[in-house]
């Protein structure tokens, strides 16, 4: 119980709209909009540009035939000085679309970049405003995915799908005007399958988005599956798990092959539906083209100039599809990552009505349980009605049996959670009333769990007072009985540790962090199983450098070893959230109790 709720991921939700997604996109870029409006403007310009090219390209068209027919016929020749002087215009015109499209294209990147920058930076700090509650019952791996896989697919998406959709968008209307401009029945033969296909492919997004959100959600857990994995390799392979882990990995990624599959199968029937609708009216326009050609109706240059438009048209209506794919697979990551930045946060403020509190300088140290009860879920209570009063200076140890409510205790005293009923008081306020931060400051912690971070070994023992100087680092190590070990290492005290400290026993990660706690000489102490992982000699040093750092301080331990604790002020006696004895060592042990029965089966 004194785990916290049970790890997890939480269930799939429906999938949920794009335009709601894009929505909220749009509010999140915020000033980006404006620079988005430029974007718009140089790719609409040099689609513009690339639209009018084929109708002036028709013209030098006609001018050569016209001029052959005058040839053939004896009444005259080519008018060259036309022809060069449309080509130049010609080339004009391209060379401009192409410089518009490439600004564009290099004012896109900047902007996902920088969108995909301000992202992963949200989250990160998203991160650490989150209640521990968040991290004790999600994956690891899926917020991994978040910021990660979700704002890669995000940028990427963005970066090509939002300068292809204006360029489509431009190229189909103005390729729709220019047909007109050549010939009204024409254009509406070519039209008459554009409604059929935007029916088709509406269907398409209708059943495909489903089975993205899917994919992405699939692959969060994926990433949870393979960082448990691989932090849990030497215990998997202890107890001979390979094969269960190699099944419930193939499970989930079996998932995420179907749901994959079935998004790209189904996104992936655009292209060619659009290609046969289209095609059709390729069909009938280029029949009706020759007839009219024939009738004298148009010119040739202008049957050139409508058969590019039609492939013109061609072009953006399968680059349309494409950009609904990634529409799609953009949406599906950024509705993750939004329902990430708008999770519930760990409030700073105080409780509500509450003045502000004056923890102006370090706290004193007298802590007061008052009947407290909570429950990780609210009906399950696992601190049923604890009350203990701690003076000054006093060191408190808690025993207990596993899942007797022992970790609880810290977490409430250090507002990771809320009491749901008394109160726990800190220098006679209560704690709720003070900001989280502020009253953080006031303790430091050695937990079983050591964590160790990729840097030197002097950053680490330094993480819990960045401004200590190298000598204060080194007075730390040596009360902790860890300077001789650190000065044996290659590099000493500017050894780099590698993620999660593995280079290093799980004894000397332990020291390491006892030096942490030393050395940031908080007003008090939470020792949760502090010499859990060293041997029997070294915890005898470690137990007199830590009597010396305990003298005028507060100080909690958390112990299952008895032998560690006999000469605490108190001894808080946990059964199934409550206390059930309380004294000194020696007053417990002459009562012949509960406590006198964990003591003495340690020796059995």
Known sequence: MSRGPGAGIAPVDKPKSITRALRKLLRYMGNARLVLIAVMFFAMAGTVFQVVGPKVMGMATTEIAEGLTAKMNGTGGFDFDAIKRILLITIGLYFAGSAAGAIQAEIMTVVTQRIGYRMRRDISEKIDRMPMSYFESRSYGDVLSRITNDVDTFTQSLS?????LVQAVTIIAGTIVMMFV??????????????????????????????????????GRINGKVEESFSGHVVIQAFGKEERMKADFEEENDVLCQSAWKAQFFSGLMMPVMLFVTNLGYVGVAVSGGYFAVKG???????????????NLNQPMQQMAQVLNQIQSMSAAVERVFEFLDEAEEDDGKAEGAEPAGLSGPCEGAVAFDHVRFGYDPASPVIHDFSADVKPGQKI?????????????????????????????????????????ELRKNFGMVLQDTWLYSASIRDNIRYGRQDASDEEVERAAKAAHVHHFIKALPGGYGMALNEDGTNVSQGQKQLITIARAILADSPVLILDEATSSVDTRTEELIQKAMDNLMKGRTSFII??????????????VMDHGDIIEQGTHETLLAKGGFYAGLYNSQFS
Not at 183 to 207: D, F, G, K, N, Q
Not at 297 to 310: L, S
Not at 397 to 426: C, E, H, N, Q, S
């Open 559 to 572: 112990a299952h070893r008895l032998s560690t604790i006999k000469n605490a002020d108190l001894i808080l």
């Open 160 to 164: 090509q799908s939002f300068s292809q």
């Open 397 to 437: 140890a808690i025993v207990g049996p596993t899942g007797a409510g022992k970790t609880t205790i810290v977490k409430l005293l250090m507002r990771f959670y809320d009491v749901d009923a008394g109160a726990i008081r800190l220098d006679g306020r209560d704690v709720r009333e003070y900001d989280r931060h």
């Open 182 to 219: 050549i010939s009204r029945l024409m254009a509406l033969i070519a039209l008459v399958m554009l409604p059929v296909s935007a029916v088709l492919v509406r269907l398409l997004v209708r059943v495909s988005q489903k089975y993205f959100r899917t994919q992405q959600e699939s692959l």
């Open 297 to 311: 109706v148009i010119g040739v240059g202008d049957i050139q100039a409508f058969i590019q438009y039609i492939k």
